[in-house]
C-alpha cells in the first residue's frame, strides 16, 4: 500500500499538485512510521544494501553468497535533520577490517571516509551514503518527502 501511495504523490507532483502531493507524503510518514519513532526499511535503501551484498566478492574462494566479504543487514530507519530518514545497516561480512573497506572502496570510491552524494543513480532520492565504525555500519540518508 505505501508502494502505492509514493508512487500516487510522484505522480501529483508530475502534475504541478505540489500542496497535494504534500498531503499524501505526510500520510505516508504516519503509516512508515512506529510509536518508537523509528521507521520500516525504506525500499531504497534496501535496494542499495542488497546491490552492495550481491557485488561482495567472497572470502576463500566460496560461491558468492557462501561467504561475503561484506554481508550489511538492516538494524534500523530513524528521522535525521534536514528531511532525511537515516537508515543504518550492520556488516556481518566474513571479511577483516581492511578487506571490507578495499573492497567498499573499490565500488564506491570516498564511501569509508567522507561518505558519498548520490551514489545510487537508481534512486536519486538517496542522499548520502557512508561506511563507518572500521567497516562495520553502513548509513544510508533518504530525502524524507520521497520516502
Given at each position: 500500500?505505501?508502494k502505492?501511495?509514493?508512487?500516487?504523490?510522484?505522480?501529483?507532483?508530475?502534475?504541478g499538485l505540489?500542496?497535494?502531493?504534500?498531503?499524501?507524503d505526510?500520510?505516508?510518514m504516519?503509516?512508515?512510521?512506529?510509536?518508537?519513532g523509528?521507521f520500516?526499511?525504506?525500499?531504497?535503501?534496501?535496494?542499495f544494501a542488497?546491490?552492495?551484498?550481491?557485488?561482495?566478492?567472497?572470502?576463500?574462494g566460496?560461491?558468492?553468497?557462501e561467504?561475503?566479504?561484506?554481508?550489511?543487514?538492516?538494524l534500523?530507519?530513524y528521522?535525521?535533520?534536514d528531511?532525511?530518514?537515516i537508515c543504518?545497516y550492520?556488516?556481518?561480512?566474513s571479511?577483516s577490517?581492511?578487506?571490507?573497506l578495499?573492497q567498499?572502496?573499490g565500488?564506491f570510491t570516498?564511501?569509508t571516509?567522507?561518505?558519498?552524494?548520490?551514489?545510487?543513480?537508481?534512486?536519486a532520492?538517496?542522499?548520502?551514503?557512508?561506511v563507518?565504525?572500521?567497516g562495520?555500519?553502513l548509513?544510508?540518508k533518504?530525502?524524507k518527502?520521497?520516502?
Open positions: 500500500m505505501i502505492d501511495l509514493i508512487k500516487f504523490a510522484t505522480h501529483l507532483d508530475s502534475i505540489v500542496k497535494e502531493a504534500s498531503t499524501v505526510a500520510m505516508i504516519k503509516l512508515s512510521q512506529h510509536k518508537d523509528s520500516d526499511q525504506p525500499l531504497e535503501a534496501r535496494e542488497m546491490h552492495i551484498n550481491s557485488k561482495s566478492e567472497s572470502k576463500g566460496f560461491g558468492r553468497y561467504n561475503p566479504i561484506n554481508l550489511f543487514k538492516f534500523e530507519a528521522e535525521g535533520q528531511g532525511v530518514i543504518t550492520e556488516n556481518r561480512g571479511g577490517e581492511g578487506q571490507k578495499n567498499l572502496e565500488m570516498g564511501i571516509t567522507d561518505g558519498i552524494e548520490n551514489p545510487y543513480p537508481k534512486h532520492n538517496i542522499v548520502k551514503a557512508r563507518y565504525a572500521r562495520e555500519v548509513e544510508i533518504i530525502k518527502s520521497l520516502f
